[in-house]
């Protein structure tokens, strides 16, 4: 056998593993752990969602890559209902396996390397560099592409509402990119995943005719299931855009064998269709941004943007580390913001996706 590479070596340490002791701290406390750490939903999947799944649960034949045309015209559907995002193909879906694991095998998947650039917003969820680290690309981490000089990079990520920050992107500088990036011939990759969790201003797809110029050349966009429908124990989501672009990943992805169980397609398929659930839980979300953004407000926290998306991103004027340590002391656990790139290294990110206990319990902590 012969010898194998560090492939380990590519990528940064795992960032949770570097929070054990606080969390060993805030576990201790009376009353145990309020984590706030992870955006992982907790409340009910929805119905419509399981009662599908049931339906297609007698599935012995092997899943297509590609899904039925039934559940990428949903998909189709939704982004236009909800977004007003027309003039979409069924052909132009892709389901995939969550959409993280379409983040860290996309460079390695478009057959990019060591002589390509990806750019990642200067505050990122770290697959997108990880992604691209596995791949062997270079990286770089910027809001401005005039830092870029002349290097042109493969891709560019965009993510808004953003995690973690929670900014929304106006729909003038999702245009400038774009039509930066078509001069250039840069893939633009809009990570969408929080569309529909927006707080203080109106998201925009990337896909939407005021910003795309009605072409989806040159775009894709990244949509998933786990924070709108409590679907993240389903692994659901799906990428949508450039014709050339879902065509190739496609045909990588069938020699790959990167399936949505059959299963997972007709519940994905059948929440894609319900917004009723999507509503209750935007409600549930209010309620809960609301308790906490007060509680954090009231002793000293600074919330800046936290516009979308399912997290508070604050800062008490001092290095994360030691406000992870403060919050550690009373029983909560937040993300130290050096999690997602220097500029995030005085700043803590609080989800709120805990249940209402848990954020009643962080209040009263709080505000004791």
């Not at 701290?25 to 409340?43: C, E, F, K, N, Q």
């Not at 002349?150 to 990119?177: E, F, Q, T």
């Amino acid at each position: 056998m012969g010898q194998r590479g560090n492939v380990s070596a590519k990528f940064p340490d795992f960032p949770w593993d570097t929070l054990a002791a606080a969390k060993a701290r805030g576990t201790a406390h009376p009353g145990g752990l309020v984590d706030l750490s992870i955006g992982t939903p907790v409340d009910p999947t929805p119905d419509v969602a399981r009662e599908a799944l049931i339906a297609w649960a007698d599935a012995p034949g092997y899943p297509t890559v590609f899904g039925p045309e039934s559940l990428r015209q949903a998909a189709v559907d939704w982004i236009e209902r909800r977004f007003e995002v027309s003039g979409l193909s069924a052909s132009q879906v892709l389901p995939t396996v969550g959409s993280k694991e379409l983040i860290a095998n996309l460079p390695m998947q478009l057959g990019l390397g060591a002589d390509d650039l990806i750019v990642v917003p200067e505050l990122a969820y770290p697959t997108y560099e990880v992604g691209a680290r596995y791949a062997g690309c270079e990286v770089v981490a910027t809001d401005s592409t005039l830092s870029l000089g002349p290097r042109v990079p493969a891709i560019i990520y965009l993510n808004s509402p953003a995690n973690p920050s929670g900014r929304i992107l106006p729909p003038d500088h999702l245009r400038k990119v774009v039509d930066w990036a078509r001069e250039r011939g840069t893939l633009v990759v809009s990570d969408e995943c929080y569309l529909e969790f927006a707080w203080e201003g109106t998201p925009y797809s990337v896909l939407h005719p005021d910003i795309s110029g009605g072409s989806t050349d040159g775009i894709l966009a990244v949509h998933s299931l786990s924070k709108r429908s409590n679907l993240a124990g389903y692994r659901d989501a799906f990428v949508t855009g450039d014709q050339a672009v879902v065509s190739e990943l496609l045909e990588v992805r069938k020699h790959l064998g990167f399936m949505v169980p059959t299963p997972v397609q007709a519940a994905m398929a059948a929440a894609l269709a319900d917004d009723e659930h999507v509503n209750v839980q935007r409600k549930t979300y209010a309620a809960r941004r609301h308790d906490l953004r007060q509680a954090f407000e009231s002793v000293g926290f600074s919330v800046e943007h936290s516009e979308g998306a399912l997290y508070l991103w604050m800062t008490r004027g001092e290095p994360c580390r030691d406000t992870i340590d403060w919050l550690a002391e009373r029983g909560i656990l937040a993300a130290p913001g050096d999690f997602y790139g220097a500029a995030g290294s005085q700043h803590v990110r609080a989800a709120f996706t805990a249940t209402d206990e848990r954020v009643a319990q962080a209040v009263s902590r709080l505000t004791a």
